[in-house]
């Protein structure tokens, strides 16, 4: 779930992963800008590996010396007709808006599992489970903040989830994009190749493809 972002110009000659950061200051027209946020934000979804991410925008001057959160209030519901993915808001505060980005087919096909089927059951979801149901489900849990059960829509392990619900002590002290409890390696793995494909976005952006031009190849 990405977050950041800021106003350098350049993501060559890094020797550290880029981020939004590194990017940013190449988009001056703003919807473009949001654009490319977004673009980036969600790019395992856009590459069709991940059902679906959660994205906060926040409502505070980026780096890049704009308020992504003003910027999709004015373009957003243009910018959904467009998109490659299906949007959600979860939550929307002063501080901030919480988005979910999801494929809608990839989705279906985790809620069909018998593992998130029986999880969700569990939790008081509704059964039979449906995807508008669940989703209208737990976008009711955001009111009192984010649920834990949402890192299972986002492609998460189960047993990961599983375990920081129990508020376990995390087993891999390894950077990954989620908490990792028991063992690591299929983790970090499906950690790692969610990453590299934010990184490919990152890298594409920075060599001057254009934000809505990526989001069409989707």
Request: charged share 20%; proline share 6%.
């Amino acid at each position: 779930m990405m977050t950041e972002a800021g106003s350098s110009c350049s993501a060559s000659g890094l020797k550290r992963e880029p981020t939004w950061i590194d990017v940013a200051g190449m988009f001056p027209d703003p919807k473009e800008c949001l654009t490319a946020f977004l673009t980036v934000a969600a790019a395992e979804v856009v590459a069709g590996i991940k059902p679906a991410n959660l994205i906060r925008i926040p409502n505070q001057k980026l780096p890049c010396g704009r308020r992504m959160y003003r910027l999709w209030q004015r373009f957003g519901e243009e910018l959904m007709s467009i998109l490659p993915f299906t949007v959600m808001t979860m939550k929307v505060s002063e501080e901030s808006i919480l988005l979910l980005v999801y494929r809608i087919e990839l989705l279906q096909r985790r809620l069909q599992g018998r593992t998130m089927q029986t999880f969700l059951a569990r939790l008081g979801y509704p059964q039979p489970l449906d995807l508008d149901a669940a989703l209208a489900q737990l976008q009711g849990s955001f009111a009192t903040g984010i649920p834990h059960e949402v890192g299972m829509f986002l492609g998460y392990p189960f047993k990961d989830v599983k375990g920081f619900m129990a508020q376990k002590e995390p087993t891999s002290q390894e950077r990954g994009m989620w908490r990792i409890y028991g063992p690591a390696g299929r983790s970090l793995q499906l950690s790692n190749y969610y990453r590299s494909k934010r990184m490919e976005m990152i890298r594409k952006l920075a060599h001057g493809q254009v934000p809505n031009q990526l989001l069409q190849a989707a």
